[in-house]
């Protein structure tokens, strides 16, 4: 049994789910726009899900909820690294409807498919998703106004389309009920910053 292997196993679930995040991006030499590493989007991601009451599952699935998009990294080698179940939450989220895959498909018609596909999904990865929606346009009015006006009005109507807590299976769940509700002002405080 390789040493690397024989240490991931002495991890906890999370640990490895950091790990992924922090070599995966950082492999690539991934940064955000602001020239930070791209790392520290999935970490507060994983930030926010903890301070809305997600489980250790909810916050391992945002520590890794872009490595299947960003990186080479497989469905099957994340559940290895970490955990199939971490593995199934991020191919959830994973966008299908891009347009390398759907090359015929308008950008409207695209975004369409998408949300009725986040609708779908289960109840935790929709929880994550708005964890990754809150963290996205938390600092939109820092963004160049029409791709963050665009960004904003986008991600607004998933929110509405896919993500009301009217679409869960258990719809009475607290946490979840709060995390939309604040996602919804912040959608209309960055409207209203950018003028929207």
Known sequence: MPEDYELSAKLNMLDRAWIACIV?????????????????????????????????????????HDLLEDTDLTRDVLAIQVHPSVADGVKELTNIYTKENFPHMDKHTRETQENARIAEISDGAKFVKLCDIMHNISDLDKMPE?????????????????LRPDKLDCPDRREYNLLYSDVCAKVREMAYKLGV
Not at 30 to 49: D, F, K, L, M
Not at 146 to 162: D, N
């Open 24 to 64: 995966g991006h950082g492999a690539i030499g991934q940064t955000r726009s602001n020239g930070e590493p791209y790392s520290n989007h999935p970490i507060e991601v994983a930030t926010i899900c903890e301070n809305y009451g997600g489980s250790t599952l909810a916050k391992c699935v945002a520590l890794c």
């Open 146 to 162: 029409e791709w963050a006006t665009k960004y904003l009005c986008s991600k607004g109507r998933q929110v509405e389309a896919a």
